[in-house]
């Protein structure tokens, strides 16, 4: 019974685990480089995640593609221009201030000012409560409330006071 228990737990545990691809390039700066770029490149599937942490198979096949252009010989540059030629700038996690990037760099400054706008004039929009003044009849009804209210609770202290005493 146990070894069924741990077999299953086992079993559960390695259906999680993904394939790790593995590339051996032939310099460091190789690699370097193809660290970098695959850092800097985000997955179209996930769009949360670079390609280097993604698992979707898009993920696997750019980086398969960024592996084989760096073993081309292609530079960074090459290698950048050729995704976003193939993707859009939306491949970039930095892509360039240009007329076609405008709302995603100035969106959310904008969504902010439209924000504080609507609420600036939703709070002036309220009606303002008048402070209404108290009649001198109004305020002595108070006062003689209050003087009530502070007597009883001073009599109340002393009464507890003389019964412990």
């Known amino acids: 019974m146990r070894f069924l228990i741990l077999f299953?737990?086992?079993?559960a545990a390695s259906i999680h685990?993904?394939?790790i691809d593995t590339y051996t390039f032939k310099t460091p700066a190789q690699a370097r480089l193809f660290y970098k770029i695959s850092g800097e490149l985000r997955c179209l599937v996930c769009q949360n995640e670079s390609?280097?942490?993604s698992n979707a198979g898009l993920a696997k096949d750019l980086r398969h593609d960024v592996y084989?252009?760096?073993e081309q010989g292609k530079t960074e540059k090459q290698i950048i221009a050729f995704m976003v030629q193939r993707y859009g700038d939306y491949v970039l996690?930095?892509?360039p201030f240009k007329p076609l990037t405008w709302l995603l760099w100035l969106g959310p400054?904008?969504?902010?000012f439209l924000a504080l706008f609507f609420g600036v004039k939703i709070v002036r929009g309220q009606p303002r409560q008048e402070n209404d003044v108290l009649s001198p009849e109004e305020q002595e009804r108070i006062n003689?409330?209050?003087k009530q209210t502070l007597n009883k609770s001073m009599k109340g202290k002393m009464d507890k006071e003389s019964k412990y005493s």
């Not at 299953?8 to 079993?11: A, G, T, V």
């Not at 400054?109 to 902010?112: A, G, H, S």
């Open 144 to 146: 003689s409330l209050h």
């Open 93 to 95: 996690y930095r892509p």
């Open 17 to 19: 685990a993904a394939p």
């Open 8 to 11: 299953s737990f086992f079993l």
């Open 51 to 53: 390609i280097s942490d």
């Open 109 to 112: 400054v904008l969504i902010f």
């Open 68 to 70: 084989t252009m760096i």
